[in-house]
C-alpha cells in the first residue's frame, strides 16, 4: 500500500486538492485520524492522502488529464502517479474504476511467475522409451512437454543427436507427442475467433515449437519468394522446415509487377492446418515473411522430431501420432529451456502472449490437475491477494490481457508495481520492460521503441504498454530530472479519440520534473 508521506493534504476522491483547515491543533487531529484510516489504503480509494510538495505537480498532470480524449462521456480513464520511494501518491483519478487492461496485465503475470516459479525455473522437454535400446532398437518414442513455450526445431535436432549418441537406430512404431501437461482446451472461450489465425493469439499448449527467436510457440512462418516473371506465382517455403508434413499450403499468390506494393497475407482455415495465401510479392523484391498459428501444435511437434530422427540416421517404421506417455518409461533424453529470468525480455519487450498463456497454464499445473485457464489464472489472483493487493474489480480470464473480459484497477497494477521493485528478482524484472525511444535497438526499447523519442523520457522510462481495439494503457517506472523515481500507470477504456499520446505526454512530464519547478 501507499503510505502517509510527512506533509499531507487530505482530498476526497479524485478531484484535485482542497483548502487546508487553518487551526493548526484541529488540522493535526485530523490529520492523525485521516492518516490512521488512510496510510494502508490504495490511492483513490475514497480518500487519498497527498504531500503537499507536489502540489505543482499534481496540477501539472491534471492538466493532461483535461484532454478532449481523457474527458470524454464514451473514455474510462484511471491514472495513478506515486513516488516510487516513499510510496506517496502524487496524483490520483478514477484509480479503482476496473478497467481492461490489455497487455499490461503481462506485468502481473510475470511478477506472479518470478514469485511462485522463481527465475531459475526451466520448463523440461523429455523423451522416453519402454525400455533402453536394445539393439539399437525401441518399440516407440515418447516426446512429453511441460510447456515450454521456446522450443526450437535445432532443440529437436540435439534430442535427436542425444538418442543416436545412446545407441538408437531404429523405432519401431510411433513418435508420440504428450502434451497432457496441459489441458486440451487450447484456445481461450474468450477469444475473439477472429484472432484465431493471428500469430498473437496461437494455440496453447504443453508440447509445441517455435519457428524463430522472438519464440512465437504455436506458429509456423510462410515465405513467399517471387517468381521469375508476372507469369509465375511465388514459391512458398515454411519455416521449421520440419513443419511443411503438418500443414497444406494453398498458393493463391501472384508475382506483381517491379516496384508494386507487397500484399501478402495467409489464413487458416477453422479447425485445419490449410493455409491460404492471397496477395502479391513483386519481382526482384525480397520474400514476404507472415506468421501463421497452426492447430494442434503438440502433433506439428511429434512430426518435427520423427523428421530430425530421420535426418539423424534413426529409422522410423511408425508415424507420429498424440497420446500420453505410461509410467515406467525409460528417459532417454531431455531438453532444458531457458530461465524463466530470462524468458521475461522477449515475453515483456515483445508482449508476447503466447509466453503469458503457457506461463499461467504452468501455473494452474501446480494444482496437481494438467494446467488450465480456470487454474492458472487463480494462481495469478492468489497471488495479488498473497502480497496484500485488494483484489476486487479484478479480473483474470486468461494471462497476456488478449481477452477483453480481463478486468484491473490502475490501483492494482501500481501497488504491484510498487511491490515487485521491492523482490530480489526485480533487476530482472524492471530489466525485461520495454524502454521508452530506444529504437532502433529491439531487445530494449521493444514495444516502446517508437514511442517518446528525443525526450527526456527516451532512455529512462520503463514501462509496459497495453493496446486492444478501444483499450490503451501505460503502467511502468520513470526517473524526474531530480533523480526522483515514479510508479504510474494511465488505463484508458474508450470509444472515440486514443488517449495514448496523453500517456507520452505523462511520461515525459514525469521524466523532466524537478521538485523545484513551482
Excluded: C
Excluded at 516473371?229 to 521449421?240: C, D, Q, W, Y
Excluded at 493496446?467 to 477504456?493: C, E, I, K, P, Q
Aim: cysteine-free; aromatic content about 6%.
Amino acid at each position: 500500500m501507499f503510505g502517509a508521506p510527512r506533509s499531507l493534504k487530505v482530498v476526497r476522491g479524485s478531484t484535485g486538492p482542497r483548502r487546508a483547515v487553518r487551526w493548526p491543533f484541529l488540522l493535526a487531529v485530523v490529520m492523525l485520524a485521516v492518516a490512521a484510516l488512510v496510510a494502508t489504503a490504495p490511492p483513490g480509494s475514497g480518500a487519498t492522502v497527498y504531500s503537499a510538495r507536489d502540489a505543482a505537480l499534481r496540477r501539472e498532470v491534471g492538466r493532461l488529464m483535461t484532454d478532449p480524449s481523457v474527458t470524454a462521456s464514451t473514455a474510462h480513464v484511471g491514472v495513478v502517479v506515486a513516488d516510487a520511494s516513499t510510496r506517496t501518491p502524487v496524483y490520483v483519478r478514477y484509480a479503482n474504476t476496473p478497467l481492461a487492461p490489455a497487455s499490461t496485465q503481462k506485468t502481473f503475470t510475470a511478477a506472479a511467475a518470478m514469485y511462485t516459479l522463481g527465475s531459475g525455473y526451466r520448463w523440461r522437454t523429455d523423451v522416453y522409451a519402454p525400455s533402453a535400446p536394445n539393439g539399437g532398437v525401441v518399440s516407440r518414442l515418447y516426446l512429453k512437454g511441460s510447456g515450454d513455450p521456446t522450443l526450437l526445431e535445432r532443440d529437436l535436432t540435439s534430442l535427436a543427436s542425444s538418442l543416436r549418441a545412446k545407441g538408437v537406430t531404429r523405432v519401431t512404431g510411433n513418435v508420440v507427442g504428450d502434451a497432457s501437461a496441459f489441458d486440451e482446451v487450447r484456445y481461450n472461450p474468450y477469444w475473439s475467433t477472429s484472432y484465431a489465425s493471428s500469430y498473437y493469439a496461437a494455440q496453447v499448449s504443453a508440447l509445441t515449437l517455435a519457428p524463430d527467436t522472438d519464440y512465437d510457440a504455436g506458429t509456423v512462418i510462410v515465405t513467399a519468394t517471387p517468381g521469375t516473371s508476372t507469369a509465375s506465382a511465388p514459391r512458398l517455403t515454411v519455416t521449421p522446415a520440419s513443419a511443411a508434413s503438418h500443414v497444406r499450403l494453398v498458393n493463391r499468390s501472384r508475382t506483381s509487377a517491379t516496384g508494386s506494393a507487397t500484399t501478402i497475407s495467409v489464413a487458416r482455415t477453422a479447425g485445419t492446418n490449410t493455409l491460404t495465401v492471397t496477395g502479391q510479392v513483386p519481382l526482384e523484391h525480397s520474400a514476404a515473411k507472415k506468421w501463421v498459428t497452426v492447430d494442434d501444435p503438440a502433433l506439428m511437434t511429434a512430426r518435427a522430431l520423427r523428421a530430425r530422427l530421420v535426418a539423424a540416421g534413426i529409422r522410423v517404421d511408425g508415424t507420429a501420432v498424440r497420446g500420453r506417455t505410461p509410467v515406467g518409461q525409460a528417459l532417454l533424453a531431455r531438453h532444458a529451456s531457458m530461465t524463466l529470468g530470462q524468458l521475461l525480455v522477449p515475453f515483456l519487450k515483445l508482449s508476447n502472449n503466447g509466453h503469458a498463456e503457457a506461463i499461467t497454464k504452468t501455473l494452474g499445473a501446480r494444482s496437481g490437475r494438467p494446467g488450465s485457464w480456470a487454474d492458472g489464472t487463480k494462481a495469478l489472483r492468489d497471488y495479488a491477494a498473497r502480497i496484500g493487493i485488494p483484489i476486487a474489480g479484478l479480473r483474470f480470464v486468461d494471462g497476456s490481457g488478449l481477452a477483453r473480459a480481463d478486468r484491473l484497477t490502475p490501483n492494482q497494477l501500481a501497488s504491484l508495481l510498487d511491490k515487485v521493485q521491492r523482490t530480489s528478482w526485480w533487476p530482472a524484472f524492471r530489466a525485461a520492460l520495454p524502454v521508452a525511444g530506444a529504437d532502433p535497438v529491439r531487445w530494449t526499447g521493444g514495444t516502446l521503441a517508437s514511442r517518446m523519442r528525443g525526450t527526456a523520457a527516451a532512455g529512462n522510462l520503463r514501462a509496459k504498454n497495453g493496446s486492444l481495439t478501444g483499450v490503451t494503457s501505460l503502467a511502468g517506472y520513470v526517473t524526474g530530472a531530480d533523480g526522483r523515481r515514479y510508479v504510474f500507470v494511465m488505463m484508458s477504456n474508450y470509444s472515440a479519440t486514443s488517449p495514448r499520446p496523453v500517456e507520452d505526454r505523462l511520461g515525459v512530464l514525469l521524466a523532466r520534473w524537478r521538485m523545484t519547478n513551482r
